[in-house]
Nanobody, 120 residues
Framework: QVQLVESGGGLVQAGGSLRLSCAAS????????MGWYRQAPGKERDLVAI???????NYADSVKGRFTISRDNAKHTVDLQMNSLKPEDTAVYYC??????????????WGQGTQVTVSS
């Protein structure tokens, strides 16, 4: 069972920066996809950014140009650099890892979440 542990959340003023980190442990197969989702109060959990093991990235439109995702396949880590933060970025951020086996069985893993609060 893969475990994901996030770090780096906190309180920051609008316009500031934060860096989220996530480390996966108990990894047998390198995750095909790792990334970040977020959930604001009363809203659904939405994609923020994902990155494949080959380095292909996908960002939510709302964070393009402000957030950068990166990963280290050897260390099974994924980071999210968040710049020019806005109050609407306030949410609980969840680390995600997806593994697809040769028989197409897919496993999804989630971290416990880390709070990011952006004050205006």
């Amino acid at each position: 069972q893969v475990q994901l542990v996030e770090s780096g959340g906190g309180l920051v003023q609008a316009g500031g920066s934060l860096r989220l980190s996530c480390a996966a442990s108990r990894v047998i197969f390198t995750p095909n996809t790792m990334g970040w989702y977020r959930q604001a109060p009363g809203k659904e959990r939405d994609l923020v950014a994902i990155i494949t093991s080959g380095g292909t990235t996908n960002y939510a439109d709302s964070v393009k140009g402000r957030f950068t995702i990166s990963r280290d396949n050897a260390k099974h880590t994924v980071d999210l650099q968040m710049n020019s933060l806005k109050p609407e970025d306030t949410a609980v951020y969840y680390c995600y890892a997806g593994i697809v086996l040769g028989d197409a069985t897919k496993y999804n893993y989630w971290g416990q979440g880390t709070q990011v609060t952006v004050s205006s």
